[in-house]
């Protein structure tokens, strides 16, 4: 058990951190007894436990040589390991061995005093601090490569480990898989044949030919997409007068034969000629769709039909709680049932949105994400809830394609797209939790062409064991784990015996798993192993204790 020691400003998201990192925890109480005190707070005199780490200034007083009040993150080292923290920095005396340095510099930024029987590891920036940041304000395009938030809890959990004590957990990926793979499309556009004269059909033209042709000379596309590129643009006029197929809209049927065994969710716009409100961006009128959703009911209607989930591609409603609702109502006429999950048009989004989505009656968002890069916008792979909401969960967005692509964003070619996403899919092997991944609709036809690299996206994340889910299926999985909750811990010569209970009981497949963290001792030297069991409801599990741990 952890006991935390925090101020009453942080409790909040002392609370978020251990939805995500789920073992047995609660605030410091004088009269229990523990194995484990965190600090962001002055700890009690005379604390005895295994393990106390203290964050930031807390018992760091007389150890402090310098501080950092950096305008800009600062990079830290741990086990080649290399993770940026965003708030100040406490240069701490190395009297013990060093956990963290500084990049490229030998300030110590954590240290272990390995004192007996006590052993006390200070960190010199406040962990919780981080976590705010985090879900707040999220990371600057430069670190979306760095799953911040799992490499906090990778730390706290190896150091506990490593100090002899057992660890218990619920993983953030369901039993029987490495990870969650989360498949999107925003529609943004249904027809090429709904685009005429407008900005949408000569951009679609210029690509097609000029940029084409360019982009072969330079050998960023091969020859073969230059010339379906260029049979498309000559192609239009009959597909304008029905006499050839539409190729934006033939994506959906691609889509579903694609996905067959895989499903995903598509976000649709509410209203036809609409840009919304308070979009303080370059062209903003061009944010507006040329299609009606309430003419598109078969179309949705198909997509349901064959498992895959419809959801609001919203325009206002991240600003205004009675747009919001009117929004979800259109998607509603259309498919006859209330979008659950909402994904903001150009990812639009405030400090007020996870309240007003909430109030407008979504059970989830998947708007935090980037426009212009890929990886980790509040640094996880976890779904989580946002600050301002209560119920509202937000589904991360990792992968993009016009992030990847374009060429006013990453704009890279598909090798160098493919080593980026490899990154993530590691990511995801090492800490679990759900890649979601938007693949626009239009983006397997002309003039983008981006099927052959999505297919073999999908291919590798089937090849790596994932669980793949509908936004909505995944959220209710981590609904379910936030639910669950650790009851009395005992450990015996045998056993570790958890009580445990959750508020969405067995409602959800696949199930959560109990994974215990064992320490051991190999040679005189310190390596983790973990057991783990499959959680189905019990509210009693005895765990035994291998014959390689030593507790």
Same mark, same amino acid.
């Given at each position: ?116 029987? +006590? ?23 430069? *670190? ?71 982009? !072969?000379? #330079? ?84 997509? +349901? ?20 609702? !009117? ?16 994904? +903001? ?5 405030? @400090? ?19 426009? *212009? ?8 792979? %976890? ?17 993009? @394609? ?15 797209? $493919? ?19 938007? $693949? ?7 003039? #983008? ?27 209710? $999985?981590?609904?379910?784990? #936030? ?10 010569? %045998?056993?570790?015996?958890? !009580? ?34 499959? $959680? ?7 765990? #035994? ?7």
């Amino acid at each position: 058990m952890i006991g935390v020691v925090c101020p009453e400003s942080q409790r909040n998201l002392v609370t978020e951190f251990f939805e995500f990192f789920k073992t047995p925890w609660e605030f410091y109480r004088p009269e229990r007894s523990y194995d484990v005190v965190l600090a962001t707070d002055v700890p009690p005199q005379g604390i005895e436990v295994k393990l106390l780490v203290t964050y930031g200034l807390a018992g760091n007083e007389k150890r402090i040589t310098s501080n950092s009040g950096q305008s800009e993150e600062t990079y830290v080292e741990y086990e080649n390991t290399i993770f940026p923290v965003y708030g100040r920095i406490a240069l701490i005396d190395s009297q013990g061995p060093v956990l963290l340095r500084l990049r490229g510099s030998s300030g110590a930024v954590a240290v272990d005093e390995n004192s007996h029987p +006590m052993r006390v590891i200070h960190v010199g920036y406040d962990l919780f601090e981080e976590i705010r940041f985090l879900l707040e304000s999220g990371q600057p395009k430069r *670190n979306a490569p760095i799953p911040t938030l799992e490499i906090h809890i990778s730390m706290l959990r190896n150091w506990i480990v490593d100090s002899g004590i057992p660890l218990v957990e619920i993983p953030p990926t369901p039993s029987g898989y490495e990870f969650i793979v989360c498949l999107t499309h925003d529609v943004d556009f249904i027809r090429i044949r709904d685009h005429k004269f407008d900005h949408t059909m000569w951009g679609f033209l210029r690509r097609t030919s000029i940029g084409s042709l360019l982009k !072969a000379a #330079r050998g960023r596309i091969s020859l073969k997409k230059c010339f379906r590129n260029l049979k498309a643009a000559l192609s239009l006029p009959a597909v304008y007068f029905g006499i050839c197929k539409d190729f934006w809209m033939e994506d959906f049927q691609k889509f579903v034969e694609l996905e067959r065994n895989f499903k995903s969710t598509f976000f649709f716009i509410p209203y036809k000629n609409v840009p919304g409100d308070r979009v303080n961006k370059p062209h903003s009128e061009r944010r507006a769709a040329a299609y009606d959703v309430s003419e598109e009911q078969p179309l949705l209607r198909h997509l +349901m039909f064959a498992g895959h989930e419809v959801g609001l591609h919203g325009i206002d409603a991240w600003h205004s709680v009675e747009k919001g609702v !009117a929004e979800s109502n259109r998607i509603e006429q259309a498919t006859g049932k209330p979008p659950i999950g909402v994904r +903001m048009h150009w990812l639009c989004f405030d @400090d007020t949105s996870p309240q007003k989505l909430e109030e407008a009656g979504f059970q989830y968002d998947s708007t935090v994400g980037y426009n *212009n890069a890929i990886g980790y916008r509040a640094g996880t792979s %976890q779904v989580f809830r946002p600050c301002g909401a209560n119920s509202l969960l937000e589904l991360p967005l990792h992968i993009q @394609d016009t992030a990847l692509f374009y060429s006013g964003n990453m704009d890279l070619t598909e090798d160098e797209a $493919w080593n980026r996403c490899d990154e993530l899919i590691q990511n995801a092997i090492t800490y679990s939790g759900v890649v979601t991944v938007l $693949w626009h609709t239009r983006s397997l036809a002309p003039e #983008r062409l981006w099927g052959d690299f999505y297919t073999r996206l999908l291919e590798t994340l089937d090849a790596r064991n994932a669980w793949f889910a509908t936004a909505s299926q995944v959220v209710d $999985w981590f609904r379910l784990r #936030r639910s669950f909750s650790f009851g009395q811990v005992d450990l015996n010569e %045998q056993s570790i015996r958890l !009580a445990t209970k959750s508020a969405v009981r067995g409602s959800v497949v696949p199930n959560l798993i109990i994974r215990t963290h064992w320490p051991n001792m190999n040679q005189g030297l310190r390596t983790r192993r973990f057991t783990d069991a499959i $959680w189905t409801g019990e509210d009693l599990i005895d765990i #035994r204790i291998p014959q390689f741990a030593e507790v």
